[in-house]
């Protein structure tokens, strides 16, 4: 199956500052990678995701990168801010199993500083 | 709309007791499933449906059943708890993989302890 690990397991940053999350999956017929944010006590939401066809997505302040090769994809946020704050899951799944089965990181604890 | 609905939200239960974990949506989705959440080990897939009347075991099923018995419920069973099985638990809800969103949308969670 397939196999996902995350680093860093923790992350403090200042205000202002950039945040780089990165993870690597082992399964080469993985090709949709979301990214989850879960505050304390919430569910996991998804704020953005990639499909194996494109390199790089952003959305305002936060964009993920994707190298298939190399098999590791990042989250990066920029201009970070104190609600930033929270767990961040990344995921892989293969559509090829025929099922949206998500195989998640281990997380990554971010702190911004104020 | 109330998307992924779980109860209940907390639970706690003595070694060797059963209990079902409830799952509804209302969005109409294909594909459920269920996933545990321990400190330090990220959400592990614990059994998944890709429709009604179909179920299939995850990374880690031993010790819960589940069933699909229509398309908006999705219950899960531990048969008999153990307090290795003292975690929170997400319901999962999104349309099969086949379509053009991927998008997983979770429930509230249901904290259980096991004594």
């Known amino acids: 199956g397939e196999n996902v690990e995350q680093h860093p397991s923790t992350l403090s940053v200042q205000e202002g500052d950039s945040a780089v999350i990165k993870c690597t999956y082992s399964?080469?017929?993985?090709?949709?990678f979301p990214w989850y944010k879960q505050e304390l006590g919430k569910r996991p939401q998804l704020i953005i995701d990639?499909?194996?066809?494109?390199g790089e997505k952003k959305d305002q302040r936060i964009a993920v990168t994707l190298n298939k090769t190399a098999k590791h994809f990042s989250l990066h946020i920029t201009e970070t801010q104190p609600e930033d704050s929270a767990v961040y899951f990344c995921?892989?799944?293969?559509?090829?199993?025929?099922?949206?089965?998500?195989?998640f990181g281990t997380g990554t604890r971010l702190t911004v500083i104020p | 709309n109330a998307g992924v609905t779980q109860t209940p939200k907390f639970q706690v239960l003595k070694t060797g007791q059963s209990m079902t974990l409830q799952c509804a949506q209302d969005?109409?989705?294909?594909?459920m499933s269920w996933y545990r959440q321990d400190p330090g080990m990220g959400l592990r897939l614990i059994h998944y449906?890709?429709?009604?009347?179909?179920?299939d075991q995850g990374e880690v099923p031993n010790g819960y059943n589940v069933s699909r018995s229509t398309t908006e419920d999705f219950p899960l069973r531990l048969l008999s708890a153990a307090p290795s099985q003292t975690s929170v638990y997400f319901c999962?809800?999104?349309?099969?993989?086949?379509?053009?969103?991927?998008?997983?949308?979770f429930g509230e969670g249901s904290r259980l302890t096991v004594l």
């Open positions: 399964d080469s017929a993985s090709n949709y």
């Open positions: 995921a892989a799944r293969s559509f090829q199993t025929g099922a949206n089965n998500l195989f």
């Open positions: 990639i499909r194996s066809n494109v």
């Open positions: 449906s890709v429709g009604a009347g179909i179920t």
């Open positions: 999962a809800s999104s349309y099969s993989a086949g379509t053009n969103t991927g998008e997983l949308f």
């Open positions: 969005m109409n989705h294909e594909y």
